[in-house]
């Protein structure tokens, strides 16, 4: 089972990264993010609705489902698409390569869980193979004070999802089921995420392109539905340090379909960059030594 669901998130939100550039044009990028969970949140809560299985939780618990929407369903997505503003793709994913030790420091923080030391070295590897892969795109940056703001975005993106991972785990050890914890932090994501593009005063239009249109829906659906689901399940059954590697073999993912869509042209780093994050999965779900 962990299996089946490492395997579908990687997948699915490797896959997310081309969906998401296709989103890119006449509607402004926070609209877009507004857009995709209003109507995950939508469709989430018809499905359970339909299915005669919504629960009610009393409003004085709501207080997690508003936190696991903020960080997992608004203030990251906020922060990295700003941050893709200032500085290079390739920066923003060695950032978010980093979530697997931000969930070990913040497990210890909050839980007092010590990493332990394939889930270390696991991560190390693997994000010295996205820095191998991304190596022409970080020698690229000027480190400008606007590189510098993106770096920082990146960071606080990142560190938002890692505490998004931590309240998941911490609602699932409540007892909470994923899908429910899932539709309220949705519903709390996009209306605030609703509420920041009102105040910035963005015009709510709609792209009626194909391109557009059928990105969104896979961003909806696969993307969120389904992907969260997954994810989430993992965090409550290996931890967030383990579930987070996915994040590292997220890129790699990636550059398989740039090189089929946008004619991405491998090179030896790349190449090896993609070997060590491989490595690095080996460490992270082997098995440990009994002797």
Request: charged share 5%; glycine share 8%; hydrophobic share 55%.
């Given at each position: 089972m962990n299996a089946f669901l490492y395997t579908g998130t990687i997948l699915i939100w490797g896959t997310t990264w081309l969906a998401i550039a296709f989103q890119v044009g006449e509607v402004v990028v926070e609209v877009s993010v507004f857009y995709r969970f209003?109507?995950?949140?939508?469709?989430?809560?018809?499905?359970l609705l339909a299915a005669g299985k919504i629960?009610?939780?009393?409003?004085?618990?709501?207080?997690?489902?508003?936190?696991?929407?903020?960080?997992?369903?608004?203030?990251?997505?906020?922060?990295?698409?700003?941050?893709?503003?200032?500085?290079?793709?390739?920066?923003?994913?060695?950032?978010?390569?980093?979530?697997?030790?931000?969930?070990?420091?913040?497990?210890?923080?909050?839980?007092?869980?010590?990493?332990?030391?394939?889930?270390?070295?696991?991560a190390m590897l693997g994000m010295l193979g996205v820095c191998f892969i991304f190596w022409q795109d970080l020698?690229?940056?000027?480190?400008?004070?606007?590189?510098?703001?993106?770096?920082?975005?990146?960071?606080g993106g990142t560190y938002c999802f890692s505490l998004g991972n931590l309240v998941s785990q911490h609602q699932q050890k409540q007892g909470r089921d994923v899908i429910t914890a899932n539709t309220y932090a949705l519903v709390y994501g996009c209306v605030t995420l609703?509420?920041?593009c009102l105040l910035q005063g963005y015009a709510f239009e709609i792209d009626y392109s194909i391109r557009y249109l059928a990105s969104l829906a896979y961003l909806v659906v696969p993307g969120?539905?389904?992907?969260?689901?997954?994810?989430?399940?993992?965090?409550?059954?290996?931890?967030?340090?383990?579930?987070?590697?996915?994040?590292?073999?997220?890129?790699?993912?990636?550059?398989?379909?740039?090189?089929?869509?946008?004619?991405?042209?491998w090179?030896?780093?790349?190449?090896?960059?993609?070997?060590?994050a491989l490595a690095g999965n080996v460490v992270v779900f082997s098995k440990k030594s009994t002797g």
């Open positions: 209003l109507l995950a949140a939508m469709i989430q809560v018809f499905l629960k009610w939780v009393p409003f004085r618990e709501h207080r997690w489902f508003v936190l696991q929407g903020w960080f997992l369903f608004c203030f990251n997505f906020l922060l990295f698409y700003n941050a893709s503003v200032y500085t290079t793709s390739g920066l923003i994913a060695v950032v978010f390569s980093t979530a697997t030790l931000f969930n070990s420091v913040n497990g210890f923080i909050f839980h007092r869980q010590l990493p332990t030391l394939q889930s270390v070295v696991g020698m690229a940056g000027n480190w400008s004070s606007s590189n510098l703001a993106g770096l920082l975005l990146s960071i609703g509420l920041w969120t539905i389904v992907a969260f689901t997954l994810y989430l399940n993992l965090v409550g059954r290996v931890g967030a340090d383990r579930a987070a590697y996915c994040t590292v073999l997220f890129p790699v993912v990636a550059l398989f379909l740039s090189t089929i869509f946008e004619g991405y042209q090179t030896l780093l790349s190449l090896i960059g993609v070997a060590l």
